[in-house]
């Protein structure tokens, strides 16, 4: 199966300053890999998704950029603000296989924007 | 719309007794999952569902029982609680492949096992 690989596990970031999230997946299969916000005692949230014909997406603040052939990911946030200390978690998911939706998150970053 | 709701929100049991967490979905959602959330921020997958009547293992298994009777409907037992299990639980539900497969939260259930 799937088997998704997260770093850094903690980052400490100044206000403003930029942040960077970096995944790796196993299986070439995988065509989904989307990014979910766990605030302090809330549920996971989508943030931001992209699909392997696609190398980057931007929302705002927030992109995502993907290279396919060395099966890695990362999220950027820029100027970054409190409100974006939270945990993020990202994911990787072979869409097109049969049970292709089992949902594999890597291990999490917690980040931490300081004032 | 209610999205996913999780029963109860909070549970305090004692070792080796029994309860079941249930999990209901009003999106139509084929996919269902069970997560457990320990300190330190990862989720593990439990037990995930396909469809209705159908159920499948995930990363921690053990000690966990599932089923899938109604499509929006997705049960987690737990037969003999032990320590172990205390954590924060997790349902999820998405659409399958094909669609928009992103994948929507309950609000989680606070499980501790004393």
């Known amino acids: 199966g799937e088997n998704v690989e997260q770093h850094p596990s903690t980052l400490s970031v100044q206000e403003g300053d930029s942040a960077v999230i970096k995944c790796t997946y196993s299986d070439s299969a995988s065509n989904y890999f989307p990014w979910y916000k766990q605030e302090l005692g809330k549920r996971p949230q989508l943030i931001i998704d992209i699909r392997s014909n696609v190398g980057e997406k931007k929302d705002q603040r927030i992109a995502v950029t993907l290279n396919k052939t060395a099966k890695h990911f990362s999220l950027h946030i820029t100027e970054t603000q409190p409100e974006d200390s939270a945990v993020y978690f990202c994911a990787a998911i072979p869409e097109l296989k049969a049970a292709g939706n089992k949902l594999t998150f890597g291990g999490g970053t917690r980040v931490l924007v300081k004032p | 719309n209610a999205g996913v709701t999780q029963t109860p929100k909070f549970r305090v049991l004692k070792t080796g007794q029994s309860m079941t967490l249930l999990c209901a979905q009003d999106?139509?959602?084929?996919?269902m999952y069970w997560y457990r959330q320990d300190p330190g921020m990862g989720l593990r997958l439990i037990h995930y569902?396909?469809?209705?009547?159908?159920?499948a293992k995930g990363e921690v298994p053990d000690g966990y029982n599932v089923s899938r009777l109604k499509k929006q409907n997705f049960l987690l037992g737990l037969e003999s609680a032990a320590p172990s299990q205390t954590s924060v639980y997790f349902c999820a539900s998405s659409y399958s492949r094909g669609r928009n497969t992103e994948a929507f939260f309950g609000q989680g259930t606070r499980l501790t096992v004393v």
């Open positions: 569902s396909v469809g209705e009547g159908t159920t």
């Open positions: 999106m139509n959602h084929e996919y």
